[in-house]
């Protein structure tokens, strides 16, 4: 494996292809949910177009190959959110919700100048569905005139980008791996058959994920507390509900918008393992470590309650995206919640 990723072989190929054909484009944009390994992907991408050995693959262990992976080769330049609130304020980085022109105008002056000693000057740019409508169009003159020296890449996590922008990338959409590509990576990593099927189920095909979680055990005590203090809201009064609602509402306006996307994928998860469950299809549930309580919900509600918080729950995070009134479509979900039983 020269470019070490599991999976996504047909991606690879496609690049690798693209580097011996000596077809590779002047940008690309590779999409996928987080976790998938998108930055990952753009790093050996990257690897391999300046790769010393010239073999269209990565060897990962050339001089350039190593800077590029420790992030200080002068002509690969990485930006994102995190790099744009670099040097800011807490409670102003906090507020960071766009990439801003200002991040572009930095790639540009980069761009201006011919590679230092590799063969192609490549920039990465994370979170390239966060670019503001006047960053958008500052990068699209880029990809309109870019220089016969330059590689862009674009990672994003949608390709919710100007039409114009994806157009002129050669686009990669990442898919989720199968759940047993997942588990039999975590085994390989000396994790326990059960945990490993578990954690694999939970990624939804996100090794990225799967991996990180493996690295953090508190963040899944964390997940664990969060889907039992959300299936306690079923047995607590509406205020509870409401309390619920104007606190992930705080966190949204707060700059943690990730964190509360997250408790709602966790909560559809749930609502989404019931009506399996209820269905019959028992062995495609996420939440394999809840069997027990599974069964036992998909007796206490019907299957079109259980339906109708999926649904509630993914409209709710659409509205969010569209810029919704966080604490009222966070109520709207609570509000739906079949509660007793």
Known sequence: MPWQILGHDWAIAQLKHNIEAGTDAHAYLISG??????ALLALRFAQALN???GHGEPCLTCRTCRRI?????????????ATQAAGLKADEAARQKELKIATIRAWQNDLSLRPYEARRRILILHDAERLNEE??????????EPPS??????????TDLLPTIVSRCRVLRLRPLPRREVAAALEARGVAASDAATLAAWSGGRIGWAIQMLEQPEAIAHRDEQLESL?????????????????RAKEYRGGEQATVFAWLDLWQSWWRDVLLVAAGCPESVINLDRQAQLAQAARRYQAHQAYTMVTKINQAAQQLRENGNPQLVLESVVLQLPRGG
């Open 33 to 38: 949910v987080p976790g998938i390994g998108k």
């Open 51 to 53: 790769c010393d050995e």
């Open 69 to 81: 992976e420790r992030g200080n080769h002068p002509d690969v330049r990485i930006a994102s959110m």
């Open 135 to 144: 960053a958008s169009n500052a990068m699209l003159k880029t990809l309109e």
């Open 149 to 158: 020296y330059a590689t862009l890449i674009l990672v994003a996590n949608s």
């Open 231 to 247: 299936l306690a809201l079923s047995q607590q009064g509406v205020s509870a509900g409401l309390r619920w609602a104007e606190q």
